[in-house]
């Protein structure tokens, strides 16, 4: 009989704690739902913070209509306080990451001064807001307020629009804006954070003063994770090697320039000639176009721009040939991309009037048949930035090729300056 009582007492005392061990397991996990503006880049950021077990757009807090995209959009007019605002439902692990680091990261990634609106997003839908479920949710976010308010405020900025209110609804959004950065992989992040951050003492402030001589090329970067800017960087500029210096900066980097473009795009492209902007580019863009907006840049309206761009032909003996021809021991460049494309051991004398060659740098150069002008020819061009460099030929020396190259499409440097 003490045995069964010993049973029934355990079985009655495993029902009893198993609910509070269940709410151990499942406690630390957190929601919050954030108002930014547009929820596709919010939703990423979010998403690469260590802690964060998913993040999800959607549409809160609002009334009357079925939401969708469409719909709040359409929704009597954009500004209309009933209207569903864009969120992200954060949903984390409270043991990894805070609630507070949460919110900073929320006030950090856009501009809470502007009401009703983030950049050229217009309207109450995507109005800034945070929606809590508890009250020790909404202590803390007005205490977040408070303290980025002042730090704001320090930095020459106005009032926090943030909307503080309790969740009421939420609905997930249409499955194609769920992880819409890598379902779309060309395009742009809107980044319209203020610049102002809650600890700001490792903050480098750039020196631009180089930036103000010459021709540069200036990266806009993103100051949060922005998949279009790792991508541009990877496909493009992380191999550039051009003789116009490329730099990067982020939106709050810009002092002693002179920008006409909007500068919440990124990555975005600007052509600077000392410090004044040329012209800019917005959002993410191959290494062929690249490479033409560059030429654009820096070679103007030029024959080696109509050589380049328009499968021109150098005058023959020209200023850049004479140059050229009898250059030391050395490489010729890519003018654009800074690639090596033929080599000194391999040029010859053809008495063309065009620099002659046996052979490209190995990889450098890609054949395309030519039948223009009633000729039959095998059109050159550079891998690296798809240039028109020239023609090849079969009447080399010892029955060897002849690449008839275009000089002013080219650079050269010394074998010794050579990495």
Same mark, same amino acid.
């Given at each position: 009989?003490?045995?069964?009582?010993?049973?029934?007492?355990?079985?009655?005392?495993?029902?009893?704690?198993? $609910?509070?061990?269940?709410?151990?397991?499942?406690?630390?996990?957190?929601?919050?739902?954030?108002?930014?503006?547009?929820?596709?880049?919010?939703?990423?950021?979010?998403?690469?913070?260590?802690?964060?077990?998913?993040?999800?757009?959607?549409?809160?807090?609002?009334?009357?209509?079925?939401?969708?995209?469409?719909?709040?959009?359409?929704? !009597?007019?954009?500004?209309?306080?009933?209207?569903?605002?864009?969120?992200?439902?954060?949903? %984390?692990?409270?043991?990894?990451?805070?609630?507070?680091?949460?919110?900073?990261?929320?006030?950090?990634?856009?501009?809470?001064?502007?009401?009703?609106?983030?950049?050229?997003?217009?309207?109450?839908?995507?109005?800034?807001?945070?929606?809590?479920?508890?009250?020790?949710?909404?202590?803390?976010?007005?205490?977040?307020?408070?303290?980025?308010?002042?730090?704001?405020?320090?930095?020459?900025?106005?009032?926090?629009?943030?909307?503080?209110? $309790?969740?009421?609804?939420?609905?997930?959004?249409?499955?194609?804006?769920?992880?819409?950065?890598?379902?779309?992989?060309?395009?742009?992040?809107?980044?319209?954070?203020?610049?102002?951050?809650?600890?700001?003492?490792?903050?480098? %402030?750039?020196?631009?003063?180089?930036?103000?001589?010459?021709?540069?090329?200036?990266?806009?970067?993103?100051?949060?994770?922005? $998949?279009?800017?790792?991508? %541009?960087?990877?496909?493009?500029?992380?191999?550039?090697?051009?003789?116009?210096?490329?730099?990067?900066?982020?939106?709050?980097?810009?002092?002693?320039?002179?920008?006409?473009?909007?500068?919440?795009?990124?990555?975005?492209?600007?052509?600077?000639?000392?410090?004044?902007?040329?012209?800019?580019?917005?959002?993410?863009?191959?290494?062929?176009?690249?490479?033409?907006?560059?030429?654009?840049? !820096?070679?103007?309206?030029?024959?080696?721009?109509?050589?380049?761009?328009?499968?021109?032909?150098?005058?023959?003996?020209?200023?850049?040939?004479?140059?050229?021809?009898?250059?030391?021991?050395?490489?010729?460049?890519?003018?654009?991309?800074?690639?090596?494309?033929?080599?000194?051991?391999?040029?010859?004398?053809?008495?063309?009037?065009?620099?002659?060659?046996?052979? $490209?740098?190995?990889?450098?150069?890609?054949?395309?048949?030519?039948?223009?002008?009633?000729?039959?020819?095998?059109?050159?061009?550079?891998?690296?930035?798809?240039?028109?460099?020239?023609?090849?030929?079969?009447?080399?020396?010892?029955?060897?090729?002849?690449?008839?190259?275009?000089?002013?499409?080219?650079? %050269?440097?010394?074998?010794?300056?050579?990495?």
């Amino acid at each position: 009989m003490n045995q069964k009582v010993k049973i029934l007492n355990y079985l009655i005392l495993v029902l009893l704690i198993t $609910p509070y061990l269940g709410a151990s397991k499942t406690s630390h996990v957190e929601t919050i739902y954030l108002g930014s503006g547009c929820f596709w880049g919010a939703e990423k950021g979010y998403e690469l913070m260590d802690g964060v077990i998913n993040a999800e757009s959607g549409y809160a807090n609002g009334y009357g209509i079925k939401p969708n995209y469409r719909s709040i959009i359409q929704f !009597k007019n954009k500004y209309n306080e009933k209207n569903f605002a864009e969120v992200v439902k954060v949903t %984390f692990n409270s043991n990894a990451i805070s609630l507070e680091n949460i919110l900073k990261h929320f006030f950090e990634t856009h501009d809470p001064t502007q009401h009703n609106r983030q950049g050229n997003d217009i309207g109450t839908q995507y109005r800034s807001t945070i929606l809590f479920q508890n009250e020790s949710q909404k202590e803390l976010a007005e205490r977040i307020i408070a303290e980025y308010q002042a730090l704001l405020i320090e930095g020459g900025y106005g009032k926090i629009r943030t909307k503080l209110e $309790p969740l009421d609804n939420f609905y997930l959004a249409e499955e194609y804006h769920q992880d819409y950065l890598k379902k779309n992989p060309n395009g742009y992040c809107p980044d319209l954070s203020t610049g102002i951050v809650f600890n700001d003492e490792e903050k480098i %402030f750039e020196d631009n003063e180089y930036l103000l001589t010459g021709k540069q090329i200036l990266v806009l970067d993103s100051q949060n994770y922005c $998949p279009y800017c790792e991508k %541009f960087k990877d496909d493009v500029t992380n191999s550039y090697k051009g003789s116009i210096p490329l730099s990067y900066r982020t939106s709050d980097q810009l002092h002693g320039l002179e920008i006409k473009s909007p500068t919440w795009a990124t990555p975005s492209l600007i052509f600077l000639e000392n410090g004044k902007e040329i012209f800019s580019y917005q959002g993410y863009i191959n290494q062929k176009d690249f490479y033409q907006l560059l030429g654009k840049f !820096k070679l103007g309206n030029s024959e080696a721009y109509n050589v380049a761009f328009n499968k021109g032909t150098d005058a023959r003996f020209c200023k850049e040939y004479q140059i050229f021809k009898n250059t030391p021991d050395g490489i010729f460049i890519d003018k654009l991309s800074g690639e090596p494309l033929f080599d000194t051991r391999n040029r010859f004398v053809s008495r063309s009037g065009w620099l002659s060659f046996t052979k $490209p740098v190995d990889g450098s150069v890609y054949e395309l048949p030519d039948n223009s002008y009633g000729m039959k020819r095998t059109e050159i061009r550079s891998v690296s930035t798809d240039i028109h460099l020239g023609h090849v030929f079969d009447d080399g020396p010892n029955g060897m090729p002849r690449y008839c190259i275009n000089a002013t499409v080219l650079e %050269f440097k010394p074998r010794n300056e050579i990495s």
